[in-house]
């Protein structure tokens, strides 16, 4: 069992109290449990959590508090992690493309009946090795028309309408309960994805007439970043009730999602310590082989404060590049950022949104590896939203920029 972790009211309690010089990950689980609710409240159907988004432990502790019960896993990794922590909870082995020894774990040790393929010789695969049948669901992955997003997932995965078509009537005639999946991509900034892919997915449910017991319509809700705040999670969800209610279904086709960033972003942040203070730039204990990638592959720009307790900071702000750890010159967020014009080192650094794809991301690049976690009650901190310390003096949400 995991060791109980510590709890602070406030990131600035854990600051005065710890005065880290290692980066310390602050989970938020009240927040994590309000905003699953707030998807099993809106979402008509199963609400799947992508696991690969943030794995830890307490993140799904709090998600299974809210009600979660369904878990979307691409590695027998991550089914056995839900397995063995909520034997009660279902999973999804959702990647399109598995070895044959995993689909056997998956189905033999795990009782894993729900699987995705997006091509002949990945329906061979399960087929052969689940024997078809027997409550077994193959759902069909899909590729969806492009939109504005971070990652465009059909770039790599997914069946074009005809095959997907396809794929069906092979699945259907093998025994398989079929369904359609598809990924309008990570962090879709409209909700037009969703009602183009739900069209698509008509004209192919309609080329294949067979019956359909699933809809995955995956995930790509977004979370608020700094430059990029897209629209409330309402829209998207209405878009896709417009599209379920443009095509034929039957009465008892399931729909599902699989959300991940929009789920937990907000669930987390992260404090860094400065350690160095030079010609223009700031050196932190924390970087792009670890806790901050998407800085660097999505371009992803996350609310910042610094943390300096009971002594005042200025209010004057500075563009500075901000460098990571290693010893490697590509360690350094990919613009500048606006921090307090008296910046030095000592000093801490909270960063907001950062629940998504960080502490999941981590490498062990030259010898650092983030890896301490503790809870605290206060608020997240969004894009954009000014700050008042515990410890003494005000300090504000700093926009990590291009300056």
């Known amino acids: 069992m995991a060791a109980k972790l510590s709890r602070f009211d406030s990131v600035d309690a854990m600051v005065a109290k710890l005065k880290p010089g290692y980066p310390v990950y602050c989970l938020r689980p009240h927040e994590l449990e309000r905003t699953a609710k707030r998807f099993l409240e809106l979402f008509p159907g199963r609400v799947l959590y992508a696991v690969k988004c943030n794995p830890h432990i307490e993140v799904l502790r709090a ?146 007439d067979v019956p359909l017991h699933y809809l995955d319509v995956g995930g790509g809700f977004p979370a608020a970043y700094v430059g990029d705040d897209p629209a409330p999670l309402e829209h998207f969800i209405d878009a896709i009730k417009e599209g379920r209610r443009a095509i034929k279904l039957r009465g008892d086709c399931v729909l599902m999602c699989e959300p991940g960033r929009g789920m937990v972003a907000s669930g987390m942040s992260l404090v860094v310590q ?48 901000v460098f990571g750890p290693t010893c490697d010159c590509t360690d350094v967020l990919p613009y500048k950022v606006d921090l307090p014009a008296d910046i030095q080192e000592g000093d801490w650094i909270e960063i907001g949104q950062a629940g998504a794809y960080s502490n999941a991301m981590t490498t062990h690049f030259n010898g650092f590896t983030p890896e301490t976690f503790v809870i605290v009650d206060d608020e997240p901190l969004y894009p954009e939203r000014p700050i008042e310390t515990r410890g003494g003096a005000r300090t504000e949400t700093t926009e990590a920029g291009a300056a």
């Open 274 to 321: 400065v350690q160095l203070v030079k010609d223009g730039a700031v050196y932190i204990n924390d970087g792009v082989y670890h806790s901050l990638s998407e800085t660097m592959t999505a371009g992803v720009r996350l609310p910042m404060r610094l943390i300096r307790p009971n002594r005042a900071v200025a209010r004057q702000t500075k563009p500075v590049s």
């Open 63 to 208: 998600l299974y508090r809210a009600g979660l019960r369904h878990f979307d896993t691409a590695s027998l990794a991550e089914i056995a992690l839900i397995r063995e922590n909520f034997p009660h909870a279902d999973c999804y082995f959702m990647h399109p493309v598995k070895a044959r020894s995993a689909i056997l774990s998956a189905h033999e040790v795990f009782n894993v009946d729900h699987y995705v393929v997006d091509h002949e010789a990945e329906l061979k695969k399960l087929l052969d090795v689940t024997g078809g049948g027997d409550g077994q669901v193959c759902l069909v992955r899909l590729v969806t028309p492009q939109h504005d997003a971070m990652y465009k997932l059909s770039e790599k995965f997914g069946a074009t309408p005809e095959e997907a078509a396809r794929l069906l009537k092979l699945a259907d005639k093998a025994g398989f309960q079929t369904g359609l999946a598809f990924h309008v991509g990570s962090q879709v900034r409209s909700p037009q994805a969703f009602r183009d892919a739900m069209q698509v997915v008509g004209e192919v449910v309609e080329k294949a």
